[in-house]
C-alpha cells in the first residue's frame, strides 16, 4: 500500500518516533510505501512530499520535533481545500492517511474520513488533554523538564528566600501543572480547572516561609483567578497600576511579592517544554502508536484513532479526538492539595 | 492511628516518595502519627524504629533509595518471628502497617493480615514484573538510566564500528530490556521470556553492520540462549573455553566478537539503574500510591495493596503480589522485533 | 582556631561545595572550629550564626544554593555597619573570616581587610566576569543549563519554521551567551560587549532559514543594539508601538518576526540558569577554592582571594575582586562569529 | 587549500565538534576544501575518503563519537605505509592534514610531519593524560557520567547499607576518577599513580558506615595495590581463591565485602563514559581546537598541536603530545584524601 503521513499542529516530542515506526513497520512487514507530506494538511493541499524510507528514518528516533515539519493549516479553512486534498491524494496514488496531530488536525481527518477517505490517526497533544487515550506522547516529557526546572529553582528560592512561581503550559487542562508539581515538590499548583483565590495562594506561600523553606508556585498558563483581581491580556495594567508582563506567572509573582513583603520571581518555562529528545515513556508510546496505526490501516479500518488503555494500544472512533477536553478532575487535584503549603 | 511503615527488598527510586506521601496525607488530613521501621521486616523484629513526622519527610521526594533503610529479612524465617512482630505492633501501640516492598515483603504481609494485623500494602519492583498493577515506580527510571546508556553506546559503536552488549536488570521479566531496548533503538532485545538463538542475534548484528551502522543487544540479565551454547554460572567456562565474566553480557558479547568478526564490547549497567532520583512519572505514582494507601487504611481495609489502573489509583488482593510474575507477552516482544537488524 | 564563613549576593551552583570543603578541611586537618553566618553580611552585623560541623556539611556537595542564606546587605551603607562587624566577631571570638561572593560582597571584605580582619575570599560570579580568576563556580552550570535548552529549541524551531530568541544571563559581560551559544550551535549570539545590528541579526536569520533550518538566536540580558532601534526599559513601548515585555529577549523576538516576516518566539531562561545541582567541573572547582581558603588562612595570609589559573589554585589580592570587569574580547567574540548564520 | 582531516584512536565526545569547526572556519574564512579520511590512518594509507562540507557537518556539533570513524592503523607498522601515506596525499593534491588523536595518532603525524608533511594535530585522550594540555575535551563528560552514576549508587548504597565500588576509565593516569570522586563525594578514590593500600581502603570503609552512611571506592581501571594482594590478570584467581570478575572493581569489591563483614557490589561504567554527546565545557574546547587548527594551518605552521593554557588556545611542538604523560601529583591526589572516610 501507499500509505501518506503527516504532522499537524504544535510540536511534540516523539513526532519522530511515531514517523520512524509507521515506516519500519510498513515498509519490513508490510512492503509499504510511505508517502510524507511537509508541514501538515499544507504539504497535502500542494502536494509537496519528502520520501521516508527505511534510510530516512534512521536515527530519528531520539530526535525532537518532526521531519516533516508542521503547520496549523485547515483545508476546510481553504476555498476548494477538500476537494485538493482528494485530487493530491488520487494523484499520489495515497492509499490511507496517517495524520498526527491534536484536535484541529484529528478534527480535518474526522471529516475527511466522513467523505471516504481512509484515515487511521495518531493522537498528539502536549497538554494531555485529550479524552480518548490515556496518555499521549510528548506529556511525560514536557512534565519532566518543567520538573527539572522545579528541582532548581527550590535551591536557589530557599537561598533567596523568595517565592518562585513557574508558568506552565496548559491553556485549558492543567495536566502538565499538576504533574509537574506533584514531582516538583511544588508548594502550590494552579490550574484551569479550579479557579484560583489570592489570598489563599498568598497564605500557602507564608506558611511555607515559616516552615523554614521557600515556596515554588506552579501555575499553567491559562490558569485564572477567582476574584478577577489580575487582569490577564498581555499589556493590561494589573490591579496595581503595573503593566502585565507576558503572562499569568509574573503577574501572580508581582502580587505575591506585594502581598507576603517577601521578594518574588517568575519563569516562563515556554518552548523548552516542547522541543528535545522523548523521555523512554514517550519514546515507546509514540513507537507503540506508530506500529499501532500500521496495523490498523491493514486490517482495513478507517475512521479510527489510536489510543493508550492502561497498557494497551486500542482503536477509538476518530471523532472521539474532538469530543471533549479531558480535564484534571477535581479529585487528581485534590491529591496535589495535600502538599500545598 | 498509628501507622507503621517499612520498605524492604531491592531500593528503588521512589521509595522515599511513597514514605513522605504517607506522612504527609496521615499527619495533615487525619492527624495519624506514623511511626518508621528500620531497614523492612528486621525493623519490625527488633522493635527498630525512627520517628517520620512532616520535618522528617522534607526533602524527600526527589531522592533515591530509602531513609528507613532495608533488608531482606523474613519474619517467616525467623524463629517465633511472627509472634515477635505482633508483639512489637502490639508494644508500640501500632494500628495499621504500610509495608512497601515486592514478592518477598509483601508475601510477608499477606501471611500477617491473615493473621489480623491491619496491612495495606504498597507494591515495588523495579523489574515491574507484578501482574496486579500496570506499573510500579522505580521501574521507568530503570529505562530512563538505561536508555540514555544506549543513547551514548550507539556513537561509540558507530565510531569503533563494534557491537555493543549492555545487561541490564530483569531476572525473570525482561520488562526493563523490552522499554529501553524501544527507546534506545536497540537491534535487538533479549529477554528472559523468549529464550534466544545466538545464530538469529548474529543475523541482526551484520545486517545491522551492512547498513553502515553498528547494533546495539540489549539484554537482560536472566535472558538465556535457547540452545545452551551459552553457561550461564559465573566463572564457569563459556562454550569457547573462556571464563565467564561476570554474566550474560560479557558471554554474549563475546561470543558475537567471535562469530561476527567484529570487535564487540558489554557494559553491565548493574546497580546504577536503581539508585538516584526518581524520573516525573515514578515520583507521581509513588506519591499517589502513598496518598491511597492511607485513605485505604482509614477506610478500614486490610488484607489490600494500592495498584495502578489505567490511570486509577485502585486497591487489589494483597495475595495477588505473590500470584503470578506478569511476564513480556510474545505480542509486545513483537513489538520491539519490528526494529531488529 | 575559630573561621567565620558567609555567602553573599546571588547564588550559585557551587555555593554548598565550598562550605562543605571549608569545613571538611578546617576541621579534620586543622582542629578549626567553623561559625556559619546566615544570608551574607547581615547574618555578621546582626550575630545570626548557625553551627557548621561535619555532621552539618553531609549530603551538601551535590545541593545547589547555599544553606546558610545570602543577601545583599552591606555593612558599609548601614549605619554603624563596619563596627557591629568587628563586634560580633571579637565578641564570638573569630580569627578568621571565609566570605563566598561577587564583587559587592568582597569589596565590603577588601575594606574590611584594610582595618585588620583577617579575611581570606572565595570568588563567585555566576557571570564569569571577575578579572582575577580563570573561571568562577556556577558559571559551568549555568551554560549547561542555557545549551540544554538551546538543545531542545533547535527542534521545535526547525518544525515551526520560527526564530527562538533565548535571553540568558550576563548584564555586563556576555560569557555564558558566548559559551551556550558556542556550544548549542547558535545562529547569532548577542553580547553586552558588542552592540547589535538588528538588520545583520535578520541577515543571520534569513541566511539559516535558506539552509533549511531555523535559526537560534541567543542573546545576554544586557545585550543593546547599536542603532537604538530597541528600547529597553521593561514597560516602555519599542520602536513599533508595541509594549515591551520583560527583556531584550522578547522585544528581538518581536522585531525579528516583523522583518523576517517569519514566526519568532522568546524564552527567558531566568532563574533556573542559577538553580539546582552543579556541573562536575563546578564541583571540582568549588571544592578546591573552600580547599585553597582554609590553607590561606592557616599560611596566614589575609586580604587575599583563592583564584583558578590554568589548572592551579593561587591567592590574589582580594582587591583584584573589584577591579575592572572580565568582558568577552573581541577575539573571542570573532569565534563565535565564525558560526553565525 | 585542500585540507586533510582524521580522527585516530578510542573515540570521545567532541570529536565531530573539532570537525565541524574545522570545515565551518576553513570554508567559510579561507575557502578551504576539506577532505576527510575514514577510520583514521587506515584511511589515509587506502585513500579512503569522505566529503566533509558545509552541509555533512550540520547537526554534528551535539553529536558523540566520530563520522570520520575511527582505528588503531599505524602506518608505521604497515609495510611501506609511510610512503602510501605520502601517495595518497600528493594524488589527493592534500596541502595539511588535521589529525585529531591521542599519543598513536599523534606520534605518526609527528614522525611524518619531520620527512615534510605539513601537519597540525589536535589533541585527544579522554583520560587527560597530555601534558601539553590543562585539559583535552571529552575528559569532562566523562567525568559527568562517572559523577552521576555516583549520584544515584549513594541512595542504593545507603539503603541497603553496602559498598559500592564505581570503576572508572584510567589506565595510566587517575584523572577521571579523581575529578568524578571528587565532585561525586567518594569515600576514597584510588588511580594508578598511588598504589594503594587494602587495609586504608577497608578501614575508610569502616569509618564511612560509623557515620551512618555506607561507601562509594572510585578505582581507575589501572589502579594497584600497592600489597600485590589482588591479582590483575583476567581470569586469574584472586588471594581467596576466586575467580577475577572483569578487572580491578569487582576485585575490590569482593575484598572489601570480605575484610568489612557487610556486602560491597561494583558497577564497571565501561563504554558509557565515552559514548555521548559532549558537554558544554567539551563542545567549546573542541570547537576553538578546530578554529585554532585552521589558522595554525593557514599561518603556515606544521609539526604542531593546538593546546589549552589557562583560557587561551596555543600551539605546542606536536612532538610533547608523545612526551611524557600528565599523571595525577601528589598535591592532587591529597586535595580528594581530605574527604576520604
Given at each position: 500500500?501507499?500509505?501518506?503521513i ?8 516523539g ?11 510498513g515498509v519490513?512487514?508490510y ?12 504539504g497535502?493541499?500542494d ?6 524510507d ?18 496549523r ?8 481545500g477538500?476537494?485538493?486534498?482528494r ?8 492509499d ?6 491534536g ?22 497533544t502536549?497538554?494531555n ?7 499521549t ?7 519532566g523538564?518543567?520538573?527539572?526546572a522545579?528541582d532548581?529553582?527550590?535551591t ?13 503550559m496548559?491553556r ?26 489570592v ?26 483567578p ?5 487582569m ?8 496595581f ?13 508581582a502580587?505575591?511579592e ?15 517544554q ?28 478507517s ?6 488503555r ?32
Amino acid at each position: 500500500m501507499r500509505i501518506g503521513i503527516l504532522t499537524g499542529g504544535g510540536d511534540c516530542p516523539g513526532l519522530n518516533a511515531v514517523i520512524r515506526a509507521v515506516v519500519r513497520k510498513g515498509v519490513t512487514e508490510y512492503g509499504d510505501e510511505i508517502v510524507g507530506f511537509r508541514d501538515g494538511w499544507r504539504g497535502v493541499l500542494d502536494g509537496d512530499t519528502v520520501p521516508v524510507d527505511l534510510a530516512a528514518v534512521r536515527g530519528l528516533l531520539p530526535r525532537g520535533g518532526t521531519v516533516l515539519g508542521t503547520s496549523r493549516t485547515n483545508p476546510y479553512s481553504v476555498e476548494g481545500g477538500p476537494e485538493r486534498v482528494r485530487e493530491t491524494l488520487g494523484r499520489l496514488g495515497i492509499d490511507a492517511l496517517v495524520p498526527i496531530g491534536g484536535e484541529d488536525t484529528l478534527g480535518v481527518a474526522t471529516r475527511l474520513a466522513e467523505t471516504g477517505v481512509r484515515m487511521v490517526g495518531v493522537p498528539k497533544t502536549i497538554d494531555n488533554d485529550l479524552d480518548a487515550t490515556d496518555y499521549t506522547f510528548g506529556f511525560d516529557t514536557a512534565v519532566g523538564v518543567a520538573m527539572e526546572a522545579i528541582d532548581r529553582l527550590h535551591t536557589t528560592g530557599d537561598s533567596h528566600h523568595r517565592t518562585l512561581v513557574v508558568e506552565v503550559m496548559g491553556r485549558h487542562a492543567g495536566w502538565i501543572a499538576l504533574h509537574a508539581g506533584m514531582a516538583g515538590g511544588a508548594s502550590v499548583v494552579l490550574i484551569p480547572e479550579h479557579p484560583f483565590d489570592v489570598d489563599g495562594v498568598v497564605a500557602h506561600c507564608l506558611h511555607r516561609f515559616e516552615s523554614g523553606y521557600s515556596p515554588i508556585v506552579v501555575v499553567s498558563e491559562g490558569a485564572t483567578p477567582r476574584d478577577g483581581d489580575l487582569m490577564l491580556s498581555t499589556g493590561d495594567e494589573d490591579a496595581f497600576g503595573h503593566v502585565r508582563l507576558g503572562g499569568i506567572g509574573p503577574a501572580l509573582a508581582a502580587l505575591i511579592e506585594e502581598r507576603t513583603g517577601r521578594e518574588s520571581r517568575a519563569v516562563v518555562l515556554g518552548h523548552v517544554q516542547r522541543g528535545g529528545t522523548p523521555s523512554p515513556f514517550d519514546r515507546v508510546l509514540a513507537t507503540r502508536f506508530g506500529l499501532a496505526a500500521v496495523d490498523a490501516v491493514h486490517a482495513g479500518e478507517s475512521g479510527v484513532m489510536v489510543a493508550l488503555r492502561g497498557t494497551d494500544i486500542v482503536r477509538v472512533p476518530l471523532s472521539t479526538a474532538t469530543a471533549q477536553l479531558k480535564l484534571v478532575p477535581p479529585e487528581r487535584y485534590a491529591e496535589a492539595e495535600v502538599f500545598f503549603g
